[in-house]
């Protein structure tokens, strides 16, 4: 099981603000990464930058989530998505969580209600992570 909010806090401390600062960094990084792609396109991907963009980031994502339970921005800000018996991420479930956030990036609604609830809900958890039942924590030391 996850730690308990109400006698472990500090897994949850500063979470949302720290999930938006790694969400800001592995923007960036897929931009970078979409850049050193586009020669490979003969830069005919400048045509279908946002759909190169999509592709790019669900791969990374994936594969990030997959090998380390978390981004590469969320390594940095030391936090890590968990399952709800308090295991790393497996592959399946990168995917779904994944899915999950393509979903809501497409639909504002969902977006604003995943934000709503990382900001007012006991363990910091997104839409996509209460469905799936994993939540966003720090690391541990």
């Known amino acids: 099981m996850t730690p308990d909010p109400a006698t472990d806090p500090h897994f949850y401390q500063g979470i949302p603000s720290k999930r ?21 396109t003969v830069f005919t991907g400048l045509f279908f930058f946002p759909f190169l963009m999509m592709v790019v980031g669900f791969i990374y994502r994936c ?9 590469w921005g ?28 393509s979903v809501s990036l497409a639909m504002p609604l969902f977006q604003l209600i995943s934000v709503v609830l990382m900001l007012t809900s006991e363990r910091k958890q997104g839409l996509t992570d209460m469905i799936l039942g994993t939540v966003a924590m720090n690391r541990r030391l």
Not at 20 to 40: E, G, H, N, R
């Open 20 to 40: 938006l600062l790694a969400w800001c960094l592995d923007t960036v990084l897929i931009v970078v990464l979409c850049i050193m792609v586009l020669p490979f």
């Open 74 to 101: 969320m390594r940095l800000m030391s936090m890590e998505i968990r399952q709800g018996d308090d295991r790393p991420l497996s592959g399946g479930m990168a995917i779904l969580h994944t899915v999950g956030y």
């Open 63 to 71: 594969a990030t989530l997959a090998s380390g339970s978390a981004t």
